[in-house]
């Protein structure tokens, strides 16, 4: 059964930095892609960033370009959202979420940057339930 679960968040300094985990299981992630969102109050759930599991390529939001990473390490089945310079405003409740997509390969570059941080593009059961991000001094 496909089963991923974050973890990793915290309080953090404005400019400071933290690094969730997307923890995966019952799938072979080298066929799925992980999309990592957060959900501040209020909000509507953001997709910020992308990392597709076929050829390790990886996508991000203009709102976080430059300050978060996306990695994977194979041996832990885990997928990390480094995020570095920390705001305010980043302040939310940060989810990942997977979807199968080893058969979608006929998606252009352009439109799968799109797909992959739309929250409808994966399936209710695929999501974790989240770890709190607060930024604040």
Not at 88 to 106: L, N, W
Not at 121 to 126: D, K, L, R, S, V
């Given at each position: ?18 690094r ?31 990392f ?7 996508y ?78």
């Amino acid at each position: 059964q496909v089963h991923v679960v974050e973890s990793g968040g915290g309080l953090v300094q404005p400019g400071g930095s933290l690094r969730l985990s997307c923890v995966t299981s019952g799938f072979k992630l080298d066929y799925y892609n992980i999309g990592w969102f957060r959900q501040a109050p209020g909000e509507e759930r953001e997709g910020i960033a992308c990392f597709r599991g076929t050829d390790g390529s990886t996508y991000y939001s203009d709102s976080v370009t430059g300050r978060f990473t996306v990695s994977r390490d194979n041996a832990e089945n885990t997928v990390y959202l480094q995020m570095d310079s920390l705001k305010p405003e980043d302040t939310a409740v940060y989810y990942c979420a997977t979807r199968y997509v080893a058969s979608e390969g006929f998606w252009s570059e352009t439109t799968y940057r799109g797909l992959c941080k739309n929250p409808n593009y994966y399936a209710t059961e695929n999501w974790g339930k989240g770890t709190q991000v607060t930024v604040s001094s």
